[in-house]
C-alpha cells in the first residue's frame, strides 16, 4: 500500500511538473498546450491556424510540427465518414508513395485518428486527429520525418491531445 502511495504521489508530481513546461494558446473555437521549447508561428502560412516547430538541433534536416488546418463545409454535405473517405482516398491517389497506416475513430474522443506516410519534397510520416463541428474540419497534425516519428510521438501526442474544441 505504501509503494502505490508513493508511486501515485509521484505520478501525480511529474504530471504537475510537466504541466509547468507546457503553454496553452487559445483561440475562441479551440485551446491546444505545447512545449515552452516548441515554437509558435500564426502567421497562416501553408493555410495554417497555427504550426508549432519542435527545436532544430544541429544534425537536423527537418523541423518536427504539429499544425492546425480548419476547412470551412458549409453547405457541402459532408459527414465525418464522408470527409475521412475523401481524405484517405486523397492520400493514396495523390501523395508520391500515400500510405494510410493506421485509421480508427476515437468514440470517446469523438474524432477520427489516421496515421500515414507519403513523400511531400522529402518522406515524411503524419499523425492525424480530424474534429468535425459545425460545419468545419478540423485537422490536427504531427509532420515528422519517419526515421523520428516514435522519438517525437510521445511529445507530439502530448500536444494532439491538449487540443480541445470550445
Do not use: H
Not at 139 to 162: A, R, V, W, Y
Request: include cysteine; charged fraction near 25%; aromatic fraction near 16%.
Amino acid at each position: 500500500m505504501k509503494f502505490k502511495f508513493t508511486l501515485l504521489l509521484f505520478v501525480v508530481t511529474m504530471v504537475c511538473y510537466a504541466q509547468d513546461d507546457f503553454i496553452k494558446y487559445e483561440k475562441n473555437n479551440y485551446e491546444i498546450s505545447y512545449p515552452k521549447s516548441w515554437q509558435l508561428d500564426t502567421t497562416g502560412q501553408m493555410d495554417s491556424s497555427f504550426i508549432l516547430f519542435s527545436g532544430l538541433d544541429a544534425d537536423d534536416k527537418f523541423n518536427e510540427n504539429v499544425n492546425l488546418t480548419i476547412q470551412n463545409l458549409k453547405g457541402k454535405d459532408f459527414t465525418m465518414e464522408s470527409f475521412v473517405e475523401l481524405s484517405l482516398s486523397q492520400i493514396k491517389r495523390m501523395i508520391p508513395n500515400g500510405k494510410v497506416i493506421e485509421n480508427s475513430f476515437n468514440a470517446a474522443k469523438n474524432r477520427q485518428e489516421v496515421i500515414w506516410s507519403g513523400d511531400i519534397q522529402q518522406a515524411l510520416k503524419f499523425k492525424q486527429y480530424y474534429y468535425f463541428k459545425d460545419e468545419k474540419a478540423y485537422i490536427l497534425t504531427l509532420t515528422t520525418l519517419p526515421e523520428t516519428f516514435l522519438q517525437f510521438e510521445t511529445t507530439g501526442n502530448n500536444i494532439l491531445n491538449s487540443f480541445q474544441l470550445k
